[in-house]
């Protein structure tokens, strides 16, 4: 049953993430949660979980974009505010500065925003 799920589940993974693609090159949607994912897994996870709100270095950022506050600060939750966390840091949270392009900062919204 499970294998049954596992192989169920992979087209319907595929189909998300090129629908994404399709709709970025229309300029509806303009980051690749799925680039966003892996970024955020190689430099983001080791200080914040992305399924839940339990802090470990940083806050757990389950549901960031859903929440009216930022976890830590209490600023406002909106995308500029989210890129200039990740570009200047702050709190104890390193300053990535110009680590990431604009296309890089995007896909990380857009994989910030289905958690
Ligand atoms: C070395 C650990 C570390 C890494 C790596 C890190 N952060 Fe943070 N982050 C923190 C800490 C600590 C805070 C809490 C800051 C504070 O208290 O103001 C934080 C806060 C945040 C906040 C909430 C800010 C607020 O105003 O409440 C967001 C959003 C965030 N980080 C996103 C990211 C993203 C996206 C990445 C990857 C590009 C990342 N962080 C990488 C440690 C880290």
Redesign the pocket.
């Known amino acids: 049953m499970l294998k049954l799920l596992t192989l169920t589940a992979l087209p319907v993974g595929f189909l998300t993430v090129s629908w994404a693609a399709t709709a970025g090159q229309k300029g509806k949607v303009t980051g690749n949660a799925a680039k966003g994912k892996a970024?955020?897994t190689q430099?983001?996870a080791?200080?914040?979980s992305d399924t839940s709100k339990t802090a470990n270095?940083?806050?757990g950022?389950k549901g960031?974009f859903k929440e009216k506050k930022?976890?830590?600060?209490?600023?406002p939750v909106s995308v500029a505010?989210?890129k200039s966390?990740?570009q200047k840091?702050?709190?104890?949270?390193?300053a990535?500065g110009s680590k990431?392009n604009t296309q890089e900062l995007n896909d990380?919204i857009a994989y910030?925003r289905t958690l």
Request: with cysteine; aromatic share 10%; proline share 12%.
């Open positions: 970024l955020f430099t983001c080791p200080c914040h270095i940083g806050p950022l960031l930022m976890p830590a600060t209490n600023r505010i989210v966390q990740i840091g702050g709190g104890g949270m390193p990535f990431y990380l910030l």
